[in-house]
Structures are given as C-alpha cells and as structure tokens.
C-alpha cells in the first residue's frame, strides 16, 4: 500500500486528534469493498498483523502506521463486557468499534507513529487499535501488510474460520507468553467475563448473509486478495463507475428509444465524454 503527495504539505493537530480517534481492527465487516469486506456475520480475525516498510518513513504524518499501545487489552476487556458491541460488530460491522470520544477513555497510552528505514518490521497482536496517519510528506510510501495465524490459532477457530475467543483473550494463542506480558497496563477481563461473552456470542450468532457466506467460504483467498489489492485503485474505480452510472441514466432521459445496454457501451466507448456520446447516439437515431 501506499501514500503520497506531490508537495509537502500539513496537518493540524486538531485535524489529526480527529483522524487518530477513527481508529480501527481489521477484518471487521463493513461495506467498503463490495465482495470483499462486507462478510457481515463473521469477523475475519487473525493472530498478528506484520508491516514492512519498503520505503524510508523517517518523519510522522507520512503514511505511516500509527498503533495504540495496550490497546489490544482495553478492547479485549470492553468486548467481554460489553457483548452487545461485540454481537453488533460481527452482525452490523465495524461501525460497532468504540472509536470516536470513546478513545481516550479506553486507552490510556498515547498513539504511536511507526517511522522507520526500508525493511522495518512491525509486529500487532490483532486487536491493537490502529490507523494509518496521513502523509504529508513529498515522498511516496510504500509498506507491505501480512495477516497471520498460528496452528493454535487454526486448531481453535469456529466454522466461520473466525476465532472470537482471541478477540477476548489476545495471547491465548501466543505459546510461551504469559496471559498478560509484563509491562501491560491496560485492565485485563476476567476469565469469567470472557466465558459469559463466548456463551453469549453463541447463544446470539445469526447466519451471514449471502456476502458473509461468500467470505467464509472463500476465507483463504478473501486474505490473499486484500493482503495485494490496490485500495487507491478500486476506489478511484468505484468513483468512475459512479460517474458512468450516473450519466448512463442522464443519456437514458435523453434517449427514452435506446436500449439502456447500447447507452452504457456508447458512454464507455467514448471514454465517459457525454458530449461524444449524445453525438452518436444522434448519429445512430
């Protein structure tokens, strides 16, 4: 992936207090590509989410990740006891997170921007809150993100191949590490907490929907497919076919005789120009 600017530009820092508070976990479903991630009625968990950078980032506010420390804690925590949040985040999506004002309140550690040289690696347990700041730097950056498991992880999972307890407990699956690491300041959930949710998550799990279906079956290569997709490319996609849509039916009210199929192959023939066009559809009249 990647982020750039032309010139070097700047961001305030209550422009940025905004951006860091829309926080996100990935895997999450939500609608922002079509096919893709909107697997509502499960959460495409994982173990730990890998960045390398490919590019020096030796200043912030240049595309860089940036991670809230203990974070993975806190929000393992609320999730035990707020498991309506966390029904409503499998089933509703990522719009469930307790981003926004809720953030300073959960976490207690300041954000972190992950600058570096080329082949830095950074390691997150999955549910380490993060965003990625936006880059107002001249240069391009270029980082490469991997989403791994572990053999406890695949032995562990459910049907859906997610694995909600790890949402709960973040190093259950972790061998060798204690449940909480040394250091850790965030509120740990009890044992009990984290069995009255999983009891609940089961109790309340809804089937996907046909897009969730899709996901699930297609688990393996829904992670291969977003570990290269080219997000800048698929929304700049998405926003042509908006505009193509839209004035498809523009030169639909204009052309009431004209099949809507010869309209659309007209418009993508000459390139989008609706000038070019309605001449040819004249032409053709």
């Given amino acids: 992936m990647c982020g750039g600017a032309a010139d070097a530009l700047s961001v305030s820092a209550s422009h940025f207090e905004g951006l860091r508070k829309g926080w996100h ?68 999506g990522s719009a469930h997170l307790p981003t926004g004002q809720q953030t300073d309140a959960l976490f207690k550690r300041r954000v972190v921007h992950c600058t570096g040289k080329a082949g830095d690696v950074f390691l997150a347990n999955y549910m380490t809150a993060h965003l ?60 009990q907490a984290v069995a009255r949710a999983l009891d609940a998550l089961r109790q309340r799990r809804q089937p996907p929907g046909a897009a969730g279906l899709e996901a699930v079956e297609q688990k393996r290569a829904l992670e291969r497919q977003l570990s290269v997709v080219n997000y800048d490319y698929l929304q700049a996609q998405k926003s042509s076919e908006t505009v193509m849509t839209s004035a498809s039916s523009a030169l639909a009210e204009m052309f009431p005789g004209v099949d809507a199929e010869i309209i659309a192959d007209t418009l993508a023939a000459c390139g989008g120009n609706e000038e070019r066009a309605v001449a040819h559809l004249v032409e053709m009249s």
Avoid at 44 to 53: A, E, I, P, S
Avoid at 78 to 88: G, P, Q, S
Avoid at 144 to 155: D, H, K, M, N, S
């Fill in 25 to 92: 976990i990935d895997g999450t479903p939500n609608n922002f590509l079509p096919g893709l991630t909107d697997h509502f009625g499960t959460i495409v968990n994982f173990d730990v989410l890998v960045g390398c950078l490919l590019s020096d980032v030796p200043e912030p506010m240049a595309g860089e990740l940036c991670v809230y420390p203990g974070s993975h804690h806190a929000l393992a925590s609320y999730f035990a006891n707020h498991v309506d949040e966390l029904v409503n985040l499998r089933s509703v």
């Fill in 132 to 191: 990625i700041a936006p880059n107002t730097s001249a240069d391009i950056r270029y980082a490469v993100y991997f989403r791994l498991t572990g053999p406890l992880f695949e032995a562990h999972a459910e049907g859906d191949g997610s694995h909600p307890r790890s949402m709960l407990s973040p190093w259950v699956d972790w061998s060798g590490l204690p449940p909480r690491p040394a250091g850790e300041d965030a509120e740990e959930a009890d044992e």
